[in-house]
């Protein structure tokens, strides 16, 4: 990695520009005066104060007291705990800070809506979180295991444990033997009945609905993008569409098949 690709690496991190070239110029220098450091890093030697104040302050450079003032960072490994512990700092203030200001209806869609997400993590939450608002019905067809997260499981055996009717449709055995202690309905079909797809595709209530497809080229760990609509016109008719897929293609093992 050049000094360039260090800068910008360590600007990603939250350092400012000058910060980090006087922080990248250290770390060829060991130790330096502020003369040495412009010369090294090409920042105003003007600049150069406080920029290496400031790095002080974080917790990565150390100020010798001499006549010249001399700079010194502080080790890689402890410059990595400081980076790390500030941006978790900052995660947590910046989440906390928008869990309060959250709007209510962020998680629901207006009539005749649809939402896309992108990321496999937000894809398993918001299956969770439409899971969980079922009343009726819930069916998820899931090809592989891995697209049963924790949290989509738990849903799910929550569901069926208060009665709601609940199908998976899989092409995994083992998703069959996780929900055994559970009255969630498993279908294992084999891949030609599902065609080899590899996103997922929800129904809850016959008016929302998910579908997902995987959007790389299946290795691991695999990327998602999903659209999503609740309690929507659009919904209803994609619901249509989902059950007669189902009962044509898995007669009579699905609830309402002839």
């Known amino acids: 990695m050049s000094a360039h690709d260090a800068v910008a690496a360590l600007k990603q991190l939250g350092l400012s520009n000058y910060e980090a070239r006087v922080f990248v110029a250290l770390q ?17 030697r003007s600049q150069v104060y406080g920029a290496a104040d400031d790095l002080a ?13 001399r700079y010194r960072p502080v080790s890689l490994d402890a410059a990595r705990e400081q980076l790390r512990s500030r941006i978790e700092r900052e995660h947590e203030r910046a989440f906390e800070n928008l869990e309060s200001v959250r709007n209510e209806r962020a998680d629901r869609t207006d009539e005749g809506d ?30 592989d295991a891995d697209l049963l997260s924790e949290d989509v499981e738990a849903a799910l055996r929550e569901r069926a444990a208060a009665g709601i009717p609940v199908v998976v ?10 929900f055994a202690d559970a009255p969630v309905r498993v279908v294992v079909a084999p891949p030609d009945r599902t065609r080899g797809f590899t996103g997922r595709t ?9 579908l997902s497809v995987r959007t790389d080229d299946g290795g691991e760990p695999f990327e998602e ?9 659009i919904g209803r008719i994609l619901a249509e569409f989902i059950h007669a897929g ?13």
Do not use: C, N
């Not at 302050?57 to 003032?69: A, F, I, N, T, W």
């Not at 929800?202 to 998910?210: K, R, Y």
């Not at 993008?225 to 016109?233: E, M």
């Open 202 to 210: 929800l129904l809850v209530d016959d008016a929302t609905v998910l």
């Open 114 to 143: 649809v939402s896309t997400l992108h990321g496999r993590h937000a894809v398993h939450e918001r299956v969770a979180a439409l899971v969980e608002r079922a009343s009726e019905q819930v069916v998820l067809i899931a090809g």
């Open 225 to 233: 993008t999903a659209l999503w609509t609740a309690d929507t016109r």
């Open 169 to 178: 449709v899989t092409q995994e055995r083992v998703v069959e033997r996780r």
């Open 57 to 69: 302050e974080r917790g990565l450079v150390e100020v010798v007291e001499s006549s010249p003032k």
């Open 28 to 44: 060829r220098l060991g130790t330096g005066t502020s003369q040495e450091v412009s010369e090294t890093s090409e920042v105003p």
């Open 246 to 258: 189902m009962q044509s293609g898995f007669e009579g093992e699905y609830p309402g098949a002839e």
